[in-house]
Every structure is written in structure tokens, then in C-alpha cells.
């Protein structure tokens, strides 16, 4: 007979969108609440675009949002973010493409099965190619496919699974938040703070270099500890018999690969091109990952009809990315039409005045690192947070490529610690505890999280602008 305890549910953290749906409905309760406020706003001459008025702020008549405003609010904000669902969903055709040409997996395969498998440059070559892939197209959700084979690989090379995420998920992640060329989530974030498309880069790829060095300088210490003895590693005596290194000797890494892999390349300098030089913006964008992913498929041999059923899969594949989005930007929606954005920047900003710009920033990047507990969708959180920060930025005299910045490593990093993003799935992929996964990632992220706080101190003492 079953107890009362077997009856009892072990509690789940709600999902992105129910997190998501349940901020909304909270934010349309505090339509009622905080009062409504605006600023003035006037075009700042010598940038370019509007910023907010200093000392302008004033109450104006309370617009609360009612029930069946909130319904309404999420049809519009899905339509009200339609340029970035849009750029999403293509984006990931580009993406699905590569992948499903076989590309990717030979080269991979390419190096598994060199002599270099068998260096101790392995793992830092590997960390390197997948934090490229994040930090430039914008890799994370498809590495999940990939990372047993790489869990499998460690344990035979010696090394434990918290090895095997290292050398793949947590390298690309590394790389999505080191971001230079990521238009999921710097693309997005300067679009919404009125910045050329992937400029700064000069700090960017340093930001890249730094953190890549300081991770694989991390995992190297760690792994070679576990190989020379292999009790010290933190999930010693786990069965991970379920992990089999499935190599193909027989794959090649074909001319056509070595094509479609130099393709996407070219794809991602022709929108940094287009982008800094020709004034391109998301729907340019768009259309050159649409062209990119076409061009891939005829490459790859798949044939028209294939190429439709090829984008009707990776558009649903991209279903959660698009409710995520439509649903961040229903929560800027209701705060607008509640007209309580401005009360909030008002109450930050008065928080955070008489304090030096670099600590203004400093603070901002905490808040970024708190939000991305609720929102660890890196185009969910810069659609959400963005249109916030960006005045916030202006008034607190922060300037908007730092603000950017602040975001950048906010939503990047903490996936790896906050159970409601990335890490969880990486570590269940894995059957890594979370709890031995945290013993091993805590003092990194202590690390990266000092480091970025030096980098927000340097971008504002040199005045991080726009190019």
C-alpha cells in the first residue's frame, strides 16, 4: 500500500516558458501596483540615436493591464518579436543544414580519429574548435547530440565524464558568452541599444581569448590529475558503462565537407561585413542565413523537396526558442502599455546614483548574472532586459557597448551554474550528479566571475564605444 511519502512529487523547477508565463502574469499584477511613469527622451547629436532626458521623469495616469489584456499582450508580443523569431528560426536552417550534410560530424571525426587524439593537445584543440562555434555562429543547443560521444571519449582516453562536458558543452558555452560574432546574442542586444551589428570586436576577441585560455588552463589541471590517478577524479566509482566511443574509421572528411565547413566561414564574415560596412540589420541577416543554408544543402546533394522538410524540422526544432521570445517580449509589452518601464529604470537608477560609472556597470553585471536564473535564454534575456538597460545606461552615463558587455557575460556564463539553464541538461546527458558537477565548476565560475569584472572596469576606463 503506498505511503503518504511515495505519493509526495519531488519538485521541479518550472521550464523557461512557464518561468517566463509566470513573470508575465506577475509583471501585469504590478501594472496595478507601481506607478506609472515616463521620461522624456531627445536625440543625443553626437550618437546618433534617442536617449532619455536626465531629470525628466514624472507619474502619468495609471493604465493598469486587466486579464484579458494579458492574453491579448502575448499574441503581441510574439508579433512584436517577429524579427527575432524570424532570425532564430532561420538562423538554425543554416545550422540544421551543416549538421545534417555530415560536415560537422566528419570533421570531428577527422580529429578522433588523428594522432593527435592521443596528445595532450587534444582536449584544448577540442575545447578550442567547439568555443569557436559558440562564440561566432552562436553553437549550444545542438552540441547536446554530440556530447556523449565526447563523454565516451574521455573515459577511454583515460580522463572521467566531467572531462568529456568540458572538452564540448561547457567549451561552447564558454564560447556563447565569450560571444564576437553571436547574432543570437550580441546581434540582438546592439540591435536593441541602437549599435553597429558586432562592432567592438577588438575587445571581444580578447574577452574570447582570455576566458578560452583561463577554462582549458582549468580543465588540463583537473583532467591530468584524473588521469595520473584516476581516484581523484569527483565521480570515481560511478558507472558510466552506458558511454561507448562510436568512432567511424571509415568516415571521411570529403571535399564536399571541407566546402560546406569553409562556407560557414564565409557566411560569418559576410555578415560582419555587411553588418559594420553596408549597414545590415536582423532581416539582412536573415536572409543571408537562408541563402547560406540553401546553398550548404544543394552542396551537401539534398534536393528541393528534402530542403523543404529540412526547414519545416528546424523550425520546430526552434519551437521552445520562439515561445521563449514571443513571451519576453509580452512582458516588455505589458510593462508598456502599464507604462511602468520607466518607474523601473527611475528606481534604479536612483538606486545606483552618486556611484562611479564602473561601479554602476559592476552592479549592472550582477543583475545579469541574477536574471539569467529566470531567463537563461540568451535571445529571450536580451530582448526582455535590453530595452531596460539601454536607458538605464544613459542616464547612469554608462555607455551602451558596456551595457552590452554586462549583458553579454551575464546571460553567458551563469548557464553553467544555474540549474535553469544549460548546465542541468549538460550534466543529465552526461549522468553527472549536479551536485559533483558544481564541486568541479564552482571555483572556475569564481574565476571567469572576477575576470569579468575586470573586463567591465577596463571597457569603461577606455571608454568602450561603439567601434
Request: overall charge neutral; hydrophobic content about 55%.
Amino acid at each position: 500500500m503506498p505511503t503518504l511519502n511515495d505519493k509526495k512529487k519531488k519538485f521541479q523547477f518550472p521550464s523557461s516558458s512557464l518561468m517566463l508565463f509566470i513573470l508575465t502574469a506577475i509583471v501585469a499584477l504590478l501594472t496595478w501596483v507601481v506607478p506609472a511613469g515616463t521620461y522624456d527622451m531627445a536625440l543625443d547629436e553626437a550618437t546618433g540615436y534617442e536617449t532619455v532626458v536626465q531629470g525628466s521623469y514624472h507619474y502619468v495616469e495609471q493604465t493598469p493591464v486587466n486579464l484579458f489584456r494579458l492574453f491579448v499582450a502575448i499574441q503581441e508580443g510574439f508579433i512584436d518579436g517577429a524579427q527575432i523569431i524570424f532570425l532564430i528560426l532561420f538562423g538554425y536552417f543554416w545550422v540544421y543544414e551543416v549538421l545534417a550534410s555530415g560536415a560537422f560530424t566528419a570533421m570531428i571525426n577527422k580529429l578522433l580519429n588523428s594522432r593527435i587524439r592521443d596528445s595532450k593537445l587534444f582536449v584544448p584543440i577540442v575545447m578550442i574548435v567547439f568555443a569557436l562555434a559558440g562564440s561566432t555562429y552562436g553553437e549550444m543547443e545542438t552540441v547536446y547530440g554530440l556530447l556523449p560521444i565526447f563523454v565516451a571519449l574521455a573515459i577511454a582516453m583515460g580522463y572521467d565524464a566531467i572531462v568529456g562536458i568540458c572538452m564540448s558543452g561547457m567549451a561552447v558555452a564558454v564560447g556563447f558568452a565569450s560571444a564576437t560574432t553571436n547574432p543570437f546574442t550580441i546581434g540582438i542586444a546592439q540591435a536593441f541599444a541602437d549599435l553597429p551589428v558586432f562592432s567592438g570586436l577588438a575587445l571581444r576577441w580578447c574577452v574570447f581569448v582570455v576566458f578560452v585560455t583561463a577554462a582549458i588552463i582549468f580543465v588540463m589541471r583537473y583532467a591530468n590529475k584524473v588521469k595520473k590517478d584516476p581516484t581523484k577524479s569527483l565521480v570515481y566509482g560511478m558507472d558510466f558503462s552506458a558511454f561507448k566511443v562510436e568512432r567511424d574509421e571509415n568516415m571521411e572528411f570529403t571535399t564536399r565537407h571541407k566546402i560546406i565547413m569553409c562556407g560557414m566561414v564565409v557566411t560569418i564574415l559576410c555578415i560582419v561585413y555587411g553588418s559594420l560596412k553596408l549597414g545590415w540589420f536582423i532581416n539582412e541577416m536573415s536572409g543571408v542565413f537562408i541563402i547560406s543554408g540553401i546553398i550548404n544543402a544543394f552542396i551537401a546533394k539534398r534536393g528541393p523537396e528534402q530542403i523543404c522538410k529540412d526547414l519545416i524540422q528546424a523550425v520546430s526544432e526552434m519551437s521552445m526558442a520562439v515561445v521563449v521570445v514571443g513571451l519576453s517580449r509580452t512582458i516588455l509589452i505589458i510593462m508598456t502599455h502599464g507604462q511602468i518601464i520607466h518607474t523601473v529604470i527611475y528606481a534604479m537608477s536612483s538606486l545606483m546614483e552618486g556611484l562611479p560609472t564602473w561601479a554602476t556597470a559592476e552592479i549592472m553585471l550582477v543583475i545579469q548574472n541574477i536574471i539569467n536564473f529566470f531567463i537563461p535564454s540568451g535571445s529571450g534575456q536580451a530582448t526582455a532586459i535590453m530595452p531596460i538597460m539601454v536607458p538605464l545606461a544613459d542616464l547612469t552615463e554608462v555607455n551602451r557597448q558596456v551595457a552590452v558587455l554586462a549583458y553579454q557575460f551575464g546571460d553567458g556564463f551563469s548557464n553553467l551554474i544555474w540549474p535553469t539553464a544549460s548546465c542541468a541538461i549538460l550534466c543529465g546527458i552526461a549522468k553527472v550528479p549536479l551536485g559533483k558537477w558544481y564541486r568541479f565548476f564552482t571555483p572556475l565560475f569564481g574565476i571567469f566571475f572576477i575576470l569579468e569584472a575586470i573586463f567591465i572596469f577596463i571597457a569603461v576606463q577606455i571608454n568602450y564605444g561603439p567601434f
